[in-house]
């Protein structure tokens, strides 16, 4: 079975920093790459951050940018999402999705698995 957990979240303060995780099993993870997408509560899915299945190749979302870095350990069969400065406007249920191509997407609907999320939320 194709499967993605997320955890790491959680309650944070303002300023304060998470890691979440995305452990991936049942499919050939080193070809695929991942996006960490989010929910904020009244607002449409919005993407994070995705990276590359082999080349390392990032992107970031303005908002998150410098503050937010994603990385991958594909032994582990792992992706990891290092949250820092965390701002009360980052609270939302975050998912991360695999893609069945080594570049990544921008768009929710180029992913074909997903995870049930994990909540993050920062206190002011």
């Known amino acids: 079975e194709r499967q993605l957990v997320e955890s790491g979240g959680g309650l944070v303060q303002a300023g304060g920093s998470l890691r979440l995780s995305c452990a991936a099993s049942g499919f050939r993870f080193d070809d695929y790459s991942i996006g960490w997408f989010r929910q904020i509560p009244g607002k449409d899915l919005e993407v994070v951050s995705c990276?590359?299945?082999?080349?390392?190749?990032?992107q970031y979302a303005d908002s998150v940018k410098g503050r937010f870095t994603i990385s991958r350990d594909n032994a582990k069969t792992t992706v990891y999402l290092q949250m820092n400065s965390l701002k009360p406007e980052d609270t939302a249920v975050y998912y991360c999705?695999?893609?069945?191509?080594?570049?990544?997407?921008?768009?929710?609907?180029?992913?074909?698995?997903w995870g049930r999320g994990t909540q993050v939320t920062v206190s002011s």
């Open positions: 990276l590359d299945g082999s080349d390392g190749h990032t």
């Open positions: 999705a695999a893609r069945r191509y080594d570049s990544y997407s921008a768009s929710r609907y180029d992913y074909n698995y």
